[in-house]
């Protein structure tokens, strides 16, 4: 467990700072679930005692962690689990981007006025007339995980453009978004990602006219300044507003993800005094004129003092920077644009490239039973194969995801790939970091052993997968 870095402001009573803040709950139509393991505290980093976390998961490399995502505590969120940096140096290098058909000048401008004064007290209907009519709240389905995320997100353009936490939008298949003010609601969809900066750009589907929050200039923010926290607190629905002062600038944070069992390291954040809770992510940190000047991103509380929260929002600069690259369609290596492809497997939490080992690794991690599947329909039912392809290296398959890619070319828990597009795969993080180059529609050759010995290689068109 890491500590927080030390900045000005900083409290070291306080544990490290959680993701504010998506509200994430079980998707109860496909249970069911076991019970949740106990906890000594809300403040483990989602961490059941007992398991070895040295190699934290992510979805569609590692199997992410059940247990963690399964409780619902004041600090849970989801952020790209290890498939961030690492694995979007090499994006678009082979696959070309689609263009997602927005325009970067579509995004408001800012105001550069001075915003309020220090010391100055909320007028918090006056500053929610102004911002809440631009807010919506963010419901992301996450199918392969059998789970929802509320967040929140704020409109950039009159056409729909979002913006909100990429952890808020992690491992989804589907987006919704709806207005607090009228309860319209749209089907959206994921324009592009910065998983290292925690910024996501989503696009509302056949929106027209939309009310936009306006922003203010956070360069021009001081210690001191009043601000109001507005966001899906609870993941209830609606808008909740929480007053608070910044109480440092600049602040360099380690963000742990409760879903994944990551941390992010996270930097230039702003520290407010405001009561953050989850559901707020993606919401707005708002000085006492009505602009805009952060994004709630992250906080932590002590437990031995009644209300005690220290919150952080990412400077609204920050943001909307990230926000204009990615409706740019300008990759690189932290900036993803478009839809993931999707293979349709679960490899092993493991740092071997002996495939044994890896089922070992996995059974130690997932403390689960061996077993055999023809294909899962989630994680949830996950088992370790019984028996594993005799080759010397390459990535064992824990599990293929029914009707995906995979599954239609045959591959089948046990099976282990050694190659895709002829290079050689070896750790389980190799697989997704190599495919996370391409986008749906994309033809890859696999090639793989099965659990007899046979050899096989064939091409593979992927599916659109969950965000990484």
């Known amino acids: 467990m890491r500590e927080n870095e030390s900045k ?12 504010a803040p998506d509200y994430r709950t079980p998707d109860y139509e496909t249970g069911p679930y076991p019970p949740p393991p106990p906890r000594e505290d809300t403040i483990a980093f989602g961490n059941p005692p007992g398991l070895d976390y040295d190699n934290p998961p992510s979805y569609g490399t590692p199997r992410p962690r059940r247990a963690g995502r399964l409780l619902v505590y004041l600090f849970v969120a989801a952020i790209a689990a290890g498939a961030g940096a690492g694995v979007t140096v090499a994006l678009n290098h082979d696959v070309a981007t689609p263009s997602r058909g927005v325009s970067s000048r579509s995004i408001s401008s800012q ?9 100055l007290s909320i007028n918090a209907g006056k500053i929610e007339s102004r911002v809440d009519p631009g807010l919506v709240d963010i419901t992301a389905t996450l199918k392969y995980q059998s789970e929802t995320a509320e967040g ?18 992690d491992g989804s298949t589907s987006v919704y978004a709806s207005f607090v003010d009228s309860g319209r609601t749209y089907q959206a969809r994921v324009i592009g990602y910065d998983a290292t900066g925690d910024v996501a750009l989503l696009q509302l589907e056949g929106a027209s006219g939309l009310p936009t929050v306006t922003f203010g200039n956070s360069s021009r923010v001081n210690v001191g300044t009043a601000v109001l926290a507005l966001g899906n607190a609870q993941g209830k629905g609606g808008v909740t507003a929480a007053p608070g002062v910044i109480e440092a600038l600049g ?24 009561q953050i809770q989850q559901g707020d992510s ?3 940190l708002a000085d006492n004129t009505g602009q805009v000047i952060g994004m709630i991103t992250a906080a932590n509380t002590s437990s031995s003092e009644p209300g005690g929260t220290i919150g952080f929002a990412i ?36 740092s071997s490239e002996n495939p044994r080992q890896q089922a070992h690794d996995e059974l130690k991690y997932a403390h689960a039973a061996f077993g055999i599947s023809a294909c899962i329909q989630n994680d949830t039912q996950t088992t370790v194969p019984t028996d594993v392809a005799p080759a010397p290296s390459g990535v064992l398959i824990i599990d293929v995801i029914c009707g995906t890619a995979a599954n239609r070319i045959g591959l089948r ?14 750790t389980p993080p190799s697989l997704g970091a190599y495919l996370t180059r391409f986008h749906p529609g994309a033809t890859v050759m696999v090639s793989w052993t099965d659990a007899s010995g046979g050899q096989h290689t064939a091409p593979v068109t992927l599916g659109p997968g969950p965000v990484h």
């Open 282 to 284: 993606g919401g707005a």
């Open 111 to 119: 105001h550069d006025d001075a915003p309020g004064t220090s010391g």
């Open 152 to 169: 929140t997100g704020m409109v950039l353009s009159s056409d729909g453009l979002v913006l909100t936490n990429n952890h808020v939008i």
């Open 413 to 426: 828990a046990g099976d282990v790939v050694t190659a895709v597009n002829g290079h050689a795969m070896g």
């Open 251 to 274: 602040r360099s944070i380690n963000a742990s993800d409760e879903g994944s069992g990551t941390v992010e390291n996270l930097h230039g954040m702003e520290q407010t005094s405001a």
């Open 315 to 350: 400077p609204i600069n920050t943001a909307l920077s990230i926000a204009q690259q990615i409706a740019s369609d300008s990759a690189s290596s932290a900036v993803y644009i478009g839809d993931p492809g999707f293979l349709g497997v679960l490899v092993a939490t493991s």
């Open 8 to 19: 000005p402001g900083d409290n070291s009573e306080y544990p490290p700072p959680h993701y």
